[in-house]
């Protein structure tokens, strides 16, 4: 399997090094391209047999699939600049949750999927979310998550909820730091204790939550109901954080959406030169 990488920017870089890492791809069948040639150069010179090309179209001509990890305001442009190159038999993966399959089977003649990625997949963790257009067949499919396999646990889901199901597996990641963050400042401010101390601590019980919820076969509020033994410490803490955030979540996903609504809307005037009502 050879496979281009249109984009080598931080979730490009993440999957070309995770793909490597694990197995799943030696870096003489990786190609990149980048806005900027010498950071697709300096990638290459990183890992020996991968090659880089200063033009996009380089990067996918002849590939089993190919990656386009770019901005959604790039999209158009590198989309045009791979109009002459894609062929039907050939896999393009756009990362890029703005952009829809739609977008891109009025453009490639070639088959089109969307996949999520995650910062956890960096570890061999977490999600890949996988979106699939009518022209992908199970033989695609596979071949597509036998490759996701070893950096994550492949999951199919509708492009409707491409929004949510990114704030959750590939935003998540971030909103769960933030707030671990605040609980061990907070740990130090109050306590004196070492801040790398308590990260570690944090770290540790946030990895085992993760397994309880996963292997452990618990859910959040199962594991709430253990720990908190009623009118004990956890449980009075629990109360404050109810009252606290209370919504919180709610405007968080508030914001996302209409970020995504907005990324969406530039993205379909580019593609199709209206606005549309996105997923």
């Known amino acids: ?46 890992y020996s047999g991968m090659k880089a090309e200063t033009a996009n179209a380089g990067a996918a001509c002849g ?6 990890c770019v901005k959604p305001h790039e999209f158009k442009k590198v989309v045009d600049e791979l109009k002459p190159v894609m062929r039907p038999d050939q896999i393009a993966v756009s990362i890029t949750s703005p952009v829809l399959i739609s977008h891109l089977e009025g453009e490639l003649d070639c088959k089109i999927a969307k996949v999520i990625p995650s910062i956890t997949n960096h570890v061999g963790s977490g999600a890949s979310l996988c979106i699939y257009g009518k022209r992908i067949g199970e033989e695609d499919k596979q071949r597509l998550e036998g490759l996701l396999s070893y950096i ?13 199901v990114s704030d959750l597996s590939s935003c998540g990641p971030a909103f769960m730091s933030f707030f671990l963050e605040q609980f061990i400042e907070a740990a130090v401010a109050e306590t004196g204790i070492g801040r790398e101390e308590a990260q570690r601590v944090a770290s540790a019980m946030l990895l085992g939550t993760g397994l309880l919820l996963t292997e452990g076969g618990l859910s959040p509020a199962d594991i709430q109901a ?50 549309v009502n996105g997923q």
């Open 1 to 46: 399997m050879n496979v281009g990488f249109i984009g080598t920017g931080t979730m490009g870089s993440l999957l070309i090094e995770a793909f490597i890492a694990s197995g799943a791809l030696s870096p003489p069948q990786i190609t990149v391209s980048n806005r900027t040639f010498t950071k697709a150069q300096a990638l290459a010179d990183r």
């Open 226 to 275: 253990r720990v908190a033994v009623p009118g004990g410490i956890t449980a009075k803490a629990l109360s404050l954080l109810q009252r606290e955030t209370g919504g919180v979540f709610n405007q968080l996903i508030r914001t996302t959406h209409a970020k995504f609504r907005e990324d969406l809307s530039k993205v379909s005037v580019a593609f199709i030169g209206e606005e």
């Open 152 to 164: 994550s646990e492949p999951l199919c889901i509708a492009e409707e909820y491409t929004r949510i």
């Open 63 to 68: 590939k089993d699939i190919v990656f386009l």
